[in-house]
């Protein structure tokens, strides 16, 4: 019978987002979780000569304003990530999925207008399957290739 294997450390599981409300600089606000983060030094790195104090990031639920600009919706990392409703001032609104503060995934874009378009983005542009809707109430389906549709189909609507 061999020696008894060794127990693997389990990874350090994240402290719990922290919840509160704070002012930027600017005048803008936030509102909902988040973390205090201290960069980790590079390896090899010497170390500061004064300690480096923690730096509060948006993490998990919340909401951000700026002004006529809203955000509410999944931060990670201090960035808008997972699902989230942005409110431009033009009274634009996206609402969908984000990754690294852009559009990403499946969202929903309103124009101010009240033209939309639903369906698949990549880096802030359309990009796969979508549904674009004018005021007038005349949809395009189909492909959307880097924020263009070649080969779109009208989609007739009865009345």
């Known amino acids: 019978?061999?020696?008894?294997?060794?127990e693997e450390e389990a990874p350090e599981e994240p402290a719990p987002p922290l919840?509160?409300?704070f002012q930027y600089h600017s005048g803008a606000t936030y509102e909902g979780q988040y973390i205090l983060y201290t960069p980790e030094l590079e390896e090899?790195?010497?170390?500061?000569?004064?300690e480096i104090?923690?730096?509060?990031?948006?993490?998990?639920?919340?909401?951000?304003?700026?002004?006529?600009?809203?955000?509410?919706?999944?931060?990670?990392?201090?960035?808008f990530h997972g699902?989230?409703?942005?409110?431009?001032?033009?009274?634009?609104?996206?609402?969908g999925a984000w990754e690294h503060n852009k559009y990403c995934g499946q969202g929903k874009y309103t124009w101010p207008n009240g033209t939309w378009y639903d369906g698949a983005w990549q880096e802030n542009k359309m990009h796969g399957?979508?549904?674009?809707?004018?005021?007038e109430g005349h949809e395009w389906?189909?492909?959307?290739?880097?924020?263009?549709?070649p080969g779109?189909?009208?989609q007739l609507v009865q009345l």
Request: proline content about 11%.
């Open 1 to 6: 019978m061999g020696p008894p294997p060794e």
């Open 19 to 21: 919840e509160g409300t």
């Open 44 to 50: 090899g790195a010497p170390p500061p000569e004064e």
């Open 53 to 79: 104090p923690p730096t509060k990031m948006r993490q998990g639920k919340g909401k951000f304003v700026d002004g006529d600009y809203s955000y509410e919706g999944d931060f990670e990392m201090d960035e």
């Open 83 to 95: 699902q989230g409703i942005f409110k431009y001032a033009s009274g634009a609104v996206y609402e």
């Open 129 to 135: 399957a979508g549904l674009y809707k004018d005021t």
């Open 141 to 149: 389906r189909g492909e959307y290739e880097n924020g263009a549709g």
């Open 152 to 154: 779109l189909v009208n």
